[in-house]
Nanobody, 125 residues
Framework: VQLQASGGGLVQAGNSLRVSCAASGRTANRYSMGWFRQAPGKEREFVAA????????EYGDPVKGRFTISRDNAKNTVYLQMNSLKPEDTAVYYC???????????????????WGQGTLVTVSS
């Protein structure tokens, strides 16, 4: 499976943005998916994740209540809807995937073995 992230850009604080991650390959719908981000000079951090089946989700504390992860298995695409954006949300956003059985949700970087190239989100104050 290959992952292609898109949808990043420049947005003002308080506004919304949706980034997408398109997965190619016949086994894409067998993957549990996640979003991570990396700001300049900082380590990559967990943002959101969603199980392969069942719609189970987890969110990092900084984004809880503002971001929503979703997936459209028919389109092999995962989305991250970001609302009430803050300047501290500025980062390169990466989607990640790993093959999974069942409804497990993975929040740690080490659990993922497939990564997209990242899309830059810049939030101006």
């Amino acid at each position: 499976v290959q992952l292609q992230a898109s949808g990043g850009g420049l947005v003002q604080a308080g506004n919304s943005l949706r980034v997408s991650c398109a997965a190619s390959g016949r086994t894409a719908n067998r993957y549990s998916m996640g979003w991570f981000r990396q700001a300049p000079g900082k380590e990559r951090e967990f943002v959101a994740a969603m199980s392969r089946i069942g719609g189970f989700t987890e969110y990092g504390d900084p984004v809880k209540g503002r971001f929503t992860i979703s997936r459209d298995n028919a389109k092999n695409t995962v989305y991250l809807q970001m609302n009430s954006l803050k300047p501290e949300d500025t980062a390169v956003y990466y989607c990640a995937g790993r093959s999974a059985i069942g409804s497990a949700v993975y929040t740690d970087i080490e659990s993922y073995d497939t990564w997209g190239q990242g899309t830059l989100v810049t939030v101006s104050s």
